[in-house]
């Protein structure tokens, strides 16, 4: 948390008009409300904009990877799900949504070598279609999905197939992929 508070706080001090905002000019005249109220109170409002993002954004995450899943013809499962991560200037941007990104998607990528490694051991490990397959997320902020373009999160398994060619072509020319 102190983290997150400390990189908000340094984001929006660099790139508003506090860097010019004199604190102790109005602490020496007496103005202590202004000097303190007015950036904390600015502060407050980009820490709660950060607070509610990430955890919208964790929240679609744990249910794309719980309830995203598709049977194939053959009643393969696969993964293919992409989430709108939204912006917001200063506080939300590219950094923040790689890293919740990578830590989700990473933790249902540790569950899978678990359980293939409990298998190579000999374990019993009880079946499910959803933990049998990796995942991959790419990144991207210029593809046009639904009308509009803004950074979406795609998920999608190791054995997915994308039948939208331009689509395809789309995320290998403009997507990231997220180390892993």
Wanted: aromatic share 10%; with cysteine; charged share 25%.
């Amino acid at each position: 948390m102190y983290r997150q508070l400390r990189k908000i706080v340094k984001k929006v001090w660099d790139n508003t008009c506090f860097r010019t905002f004199n604190v102790m000019k109005n602490i020496t005249e007496g103005k202590l409300l202004i000097s303190i109220l007015i950036p904390g109170l600015v502060l407050c409002f980009f820490y709660n904009v950060y607070q509610y993002e990430s955890i919208e954004l964790d929240k679609n995450l744990r249910k794309a990877l719980t309830q995203g899943w598709r049977y194939t013809e053959s009643g393969e499962t696969f993964l293919n799900v992409y989430i709108e991560a939204g912006s917001f200037p200063l506080v939300w941007g590219k950094e923040e949504i790689e890293e919740i990104a990578t830590r989700k998607v990473n933790l249902h990528n540790y569950q899978v070598e678990a359980r293939i490694s409990n298998r190579n051991i000999g374990l019993y490990v009880e079946p499910n279609s959803k933990l049998d397959r990796r995942v991959e997320a790419i990144y991207s902020e210029n593809i046009e999905v639904n009308g509009e373009a803004q950074p979406i999160i795609w998920l999608k398994s190791d054995n997915a197939i994308i039948e939208d060619q331009t689509l395809v072509k789309q995320l290998q020319e403009k997507g990231e992929r997220l180390s892993l």
